[in-house]
Structures are given as C-alpha cells and as structure tokens.
C-alpha cells in the first residue's frame, strides 16, 4: 500500500510535527508532502522520508515571510501529483486537508484545526486597529474566499479525525462533517519528572494573540511573581512592554531546557483557549500542574485538583486567583504522570493504525458490494 502524508508546512517541531513524527513511524515508507520544508528545523525520523515541497518554497522570502503567501496556499496544496498513492493522510491545520486524493484512495484527515485565522480566531489575528480601512476590506475580501475554498476542500475528506472533542464540534460546524477524535502523542518516555523544583510558574507557548499569553505576563507583573516564558512570535515584542521586572523572556529554547523547566516550575500557565494544547500533558508528565482557562481543549487534558487548576474567565483577576489556588494546593506528582501517560505515543500509533484498519475495512466491504451488485 502505497501511502502520501500531506502536511502544511515544516520548519519546527511544534505539536503537528510530533504527529507527523509519530506517523512517519507507523507509515515508513510514505512520501511526504509539504507546501515548505526547512530540512534543519525538522527531526531526523521526518527527514528519512523522502520530502516533496511546493512552489511556495521557491517564492521570495518564503523561509521567513510564508504566512504572507497564504492566498497562493490552497493552489499549492491541490498542485500535488497524488496519482498512484492508496492511502492519503493529511493533517492539517491549515490547507493541508485540501489535498487532491486520487478517486479510487481513501483520504483521512487528522485535523489539528480548522484553519484559526479564517474561523475562530480572525478578529485575534485581524483586530481593526492595526490596519486602515482599505486593508481591512482587502483582508475580509480574501478571507471570505478562503473559507468558501476551505468548506469545500472539506467535502473531498473522505473522513475526518479531531484532535480533540473540541475540534471534532469545530468541524462540524465549519464543515458540516462528522468526525472521530484520537487524542496527539506526547512523549512521555522523554517528558519525566526529576531535579529539584524552583519558585517560578512557566509559560511554554508561541507568542501569537489567541494563546492569550498577555493575561499571564499581566497577570504576574501585576502579582509580583516570578514568571518564565518560553516560545517566541510575533507578538514578542508587545508582550515584553506589558511585562515588569519579575517576567523573564528565553525565546524557543531545546527540548532538554523546556523538559528542565517543567521539572522546576511550580505550574504551566495555559491562559488560551485551545483546540488540545500538548504542554499540560507534558507538564503533568513531569509531575508539574497546570493553570489552564476552563474552556476548549484543556477540559480533556486538565483534571481540576487532580492535574490542575481551571479558571473560569479569560481576567487577570481571575487568572491571579487561580495562581493562589495552585500554590495553596498540594498535588501528588504520580498520579499526575499516570494521567499523561493516557496520552503516550503507543496509546496514538495504537489508535491511529486500528482507525485506518477500519477504514480500509468499510472501504473493501463497499467494493465487494459494488461487484456483487
């Protein structure tokens, strides 16, 4: 069986690389392909697969400005030559799913999320202030189409798995398709607990709006409590004039330095609404709580008491408080591990190969049928 994965973009390892990882184990021999590939940035198991990359790679400036291209996106993601492949898995966040399967394939999608920036979270992405008015009717203009595109790229899914139960509502609304959902991978071999905790709470997140990142550093300026925030992104820079002197900026650090600081934090700070968000897994892994927004998908990852604290509104006020609960709690660190192993990457390859096992089941049962009649 010959099998193509499909996946945005690579030029990091953020929480959809770790999925395509994890697929690239169970698939070996698959080809992948990607709108851009930036070969240092990926892990070595990603690049023993041979890479098939878009004419975006060959545009100006793609490496660092790609985002601005995404009007070109959904005709590089439909320009791949799919034909010969019998199983074609996408796992999109953005253009991914629209890839063009062959008719007699089956194509599933793992979908991260409908795209953000075209749904939910485009007035965090857009807001008014920052352009003029002609930008924003340009902007509205294009968005409107690429949703249009987006909802129909949707009904060539043949099927459809969410990362989340919160994804799995998410695409049905925006797409009006049933989907199943398998929980992402983390590496909870890797992500252990050990040394000696510290005094300040963590943030490990990219620095874009929707990650609400400004309520935390707000938050404990305002508090006066030690803050570390790992990640970087375009909003970097405002975030580091809201912060005071207790909010500590290291910008992307190794998996070895975010590993050794979820051993010392006192929490994970997870201010977002999220459609999963891997980090209090991991987190929980190293026997370190969360304080998470009550909302999306940190009401499947964080056990209130147990892995964490929830607060109920996206305030500072509330957000504060919430920090005073979790230093007031006490939490077992082996039963914080338990829960995370639920997340392992066995516990994902072992539900991803039975779906597609399934699959192909229903699709052979069809075909028989077909030649019966």
């Known amino acids: ?67 601005w291209y995404l009007p070109l996106f959904p005709a590089a993601i439909e320009s791949f030559d799919l034909a010969g492949y019998d199983l074609v898995i996408s796992c999109s966040h953005c253009v991914a799913l629209g890839a063009m399967a062959p008719a007699n394939a089956l194509h599933l999608c793992y979908c991260l999320t409908p795209m953000r920036y075209a749904w939910d979270h485009f007035h965090s992405y857009f807001p008014p202030e920052r352009y003029s008015w002609p930008v924003r009717s340009m902007i509205g203009w294009w968005m409107t189409r690429l949703r249009t595109w987006d909802v129909s790229a949707a009904q060539r899914v043949g099927r459809f798995v969410g990362i989340s139960h919160f994804v799995a509502k998410r695409i049905n609304r925006h797409y009006r398709r049933e989907a199943g959902v398998i929980y992402p991978p983390a590496d909870t071999d890797y992500y252990t607990p050990g040394g000696a905790r510290g005094d300040f709470h963590l943030v490990v997140s990219a620095l874009v709006p929707y990650k609400r990142v400004d309520l935390a550093v707000t938050a404990f300026t305002e508090c006066g409590k030690p803050l570390v925030v790992i990640g970087e992104g375009p909003e970097r820079g405002r975030l580091e004039r809201l912060a005071g002197p207790t909010v500590k900026f290291l910008g992307w650090r190794s998996d070895a330095e975010v590993r050794d600081h979820y051993r010392a934090a006192r929490s994970l700070v997870f201010p977002g609404e999220e459609d999963f968000g891997i980090t209090p897994v991991e987190a929980a892994a190293c026997g370190t709580p969360t304080i998470a927004y009550m909302g999306g998908g940190a009401l499947e990852t964080v056990r209130e008491g147990i892995t964490g604290v929830l607060f109920p509104e996206q305030t500072v006020a509330c957000l504060r408080h919430a920090v005073e609960a979790c230093e007031a709690a006490r939490f077992d660190p082996a039963t914080m591990r338990e829960h995370a192993l639920g997340f392992s990457n066995e516990r994902f390859r072992g539900e991803f190969e039975a779906e597609v096992a399934a699959l192909l089941a229903a699709r052979h049962q069809a075909d028989l049928g077909k030649a019966a009649a």
Not at 8 to 31: F, H, I, S, T
């Open 1 to 67: 069986m010959r099998v193509a994965l499909v996946h945005d973009w690579l030029n990091g390892m953020r929480g959809g690389e770790k999925v395509l990882e994890q697929l690239c184990l169970l698939y070996p021999q698959a080809d992948i392909h990607t709108l851009l590939c930036e070969p240092a940035k990926i892990s070595g198991t990603i690049r023993k697969h041979q890479v098939k990359v878009s004419f975006v790679q060959r545009l100006p400036g793609s490496r660092r400005w790609y985002r």
